[in-house]
């Protein structure tokens, strides 16, 4: 191959080679042109993406030069977060936006440029207005156009702010409320509660004087039932307010907020408060399922104090704990109401059967309702033929049983239980013309109404189904014991009648005939004594003081039968004084024996009494003794009453089947009292009667 041929083929290649490289750098330089196109094009999408981004953020951004701290640029929310245009923020710098905080806005950038980013929540903004935004601001470095800046998002936290305080607030004041309740259900006595309400009340709302006014419904009035902060004087000094000076307010729930009580001159109790220094007052009702039961009163004695709307939200949440504090107080206000009713109850039972005369038993009763039922008027009516009468109180009147509450319930036999009387139509007011509940409840014996027993109250609702079981439950009782008074009452009479045509028997068949018999043997003396016959007259005249000396012995006995024997100083001294009235005036020797320590009951010392008078008397009369021996033996478990004497004596047997000497009295006496009897006794040899009664 020449030369020439080689030197050809060798230039082709250095050609293909150039024209390869040259097509090379052609195809990239298209490709990059290409890919210069297509950033074209996508640039403003991108663009526009980012900006829309940056546009739709819920946090202002802020592109500051480091440098100059000039606001470089802002997203809308910036704008619309401080209040300037988009052209005003440019023209800032960052100093204009945190004028007061540029030492803690250096050394925040600082940490950011050292660190790369940073955080902090202890700056906040100026708006334009002027006001300060408290924010939370994210700040990092960016290179932008050789310059490095700060892209900081800044966050509005007011209303993340403002429900913190409101989540501290309601954290502070459900503590507050919890403290609040914690001391109210502390106290169950209802005047304690009241006291502690108040007290609350001005700690919580941070007030000086709080003051708690209940509802009386029957006058439409508010009175003062318990004050905090201010003088004893101003309780009994104010005025009840009339409800319709608070109806006149619109507030639901009755929830008032005066804030100068100086702008109202006609207000109740306006001097008052001027006096003592109130210049504000907020309130809140009580409520009990819709019923009103009184008001709460903040008083405010600063006059820079004003009352807000927390303030009476407050207020109304510690009138709603002070009404249910209110309702368990009055609840165990009821339940130890009810608890010293039946300790009343029970204890008129066990005493009640004690008396025995009918006035004095109703008097008992109405005293006993009194206390259970307190304050209410009570009264007592027995029915007496076809009309009921009026024992207590007094004056005695008597009342038509087909009028009124009383005499339906006399009628029907049957109780009634009226919250408001006046609305009744079988309601007769009488001369009380403020009663306004009444409960009535029969007297029933056998099933036969003897009585009514009535209470009534000022107070509409007074009483309840408890109140009626309670004094149906007295009424029963009471019932049973006028019933037994009265019998005590009839057998008395009668007993009286039989002793009085016993003691008609005993001076005819003892004293009459004495005396008969005396004016026979002086009439036959003075005939004697005309004929001379001065021995046979002696002989009558000796006969005839003897009769005298026995009808003088029966005359004592009688007398000292017609006196009460008197228990009160003990049965060992009415035994004492009948053998000194009797026995030793009557000539007869006695001795009294008295031994032992013990007490025994008033009805056990009575029939011993008896049982004693009779053995004496017999002893007296018929056995004619003339010495008697009483043992009386007392011990705390049993006493023992030994009468002997040396009388005549008589077969117990035979006497016991007759009934005579009074022994069937005496044996049915020791039966009475749990007792047992033992006669002994023989025709010439004496009597001994002893009883013994156990005591426990």
Known sequence: ???????????????????????TQVATQQEEIAHQQAVTVMLPIQEARYRKIIEASNDAIFLIDSESNQILDVNPIACQMLGYTHAELLALTISAIHPDEMLKLTQFAQTVFVQGKGWTNELSCRTKTGSLLPAEISASVVELEGRRCLLAFVRDTTERKRT?????????????????AARFNAHLELNGVLQVICEETTNALVVEAAVLLFFNEKEQLFYPAATHGLPPGFKARYIPNPRSVYDQH?????????????ALPNLVNGKLFEEYGVHAIALASLNREDHLLGVLCAYALDPTHTFNEDDINLLRSLADLAAQAVRNATLYQIEQRRAAQFKTLSEVGRHITSFLDVAELIGQIAQSVQRIFTPSQVSILLLEEDELVLVDPPPRLSLPCDQGIVGWVARQGESMLVGNATQDERFVAGAHTDIRSELAVP????????????????TTNAYDEMDLI??????????????????????????????????????????TQALYGMTLYTAATSDLLVAGDITTAANHVQVTQETAQLAL????????????????????AALQERLESVEQRSGVKTEFRCSGIGCADIQIDEELYRIAQESLNNALKHAHAQNVIVDLHQEPAYIRLEICDDGNGFEPDSVIRSGGMGLRGMRERVAQIGGDLAI?????SGTTIRVEVRLV
Do not use: W
Not at 1 to 23: D, F, G, V
Not at 164 to 180: K, N, S, T
Not at 250 to 262: A, E, F, K, S, Y
Not at 484 to 510: I, K
């Open 443 to 458: 007297m029933k014996v056998q099933n036969r109404v003897i009585g009514v027993l009535d209470v009534t109250s000022e």
């Open 164 to 180: 913190e305080a409101l989540i501290r607030q309601e954290a502070a004041r459900a503590d507050a409320l919890a403290r609040v």
């Open 250 to 262: 619109p507030q639901q729930g009755l929830q008032i907020i005066v804030p100068n009580l100086r």
């Open 680 to 684: 002994h006794s023989h025709p010439g």
């Open 553 to 572: 012995r029966e005359m004592r006995l009688l007398i000292f039968q017609l006196r009460s024997p008197t228990l009160s100083e003990g049965l060992a």
């Open 1 to 23: 191959m020449s030369a020439s041929t080689t030197k050809r083929r060798t230039n082709n290649k250095q050609q293909n080679a150039e024209i390869h490289s040259l097509r």
């Open 470 to 511: 309670m004094l149906q439950s007295l009424a029963d009782q009471a019932a049973v014991a006028v019933e037994n008074a009265r019998l005590y009452e009839q057998t008395r009479r009668l007993a009286v009648l039989e002793e009085r045509q016993r003691l008609a028997r005993e001076l005819h068949d003892s004293v």
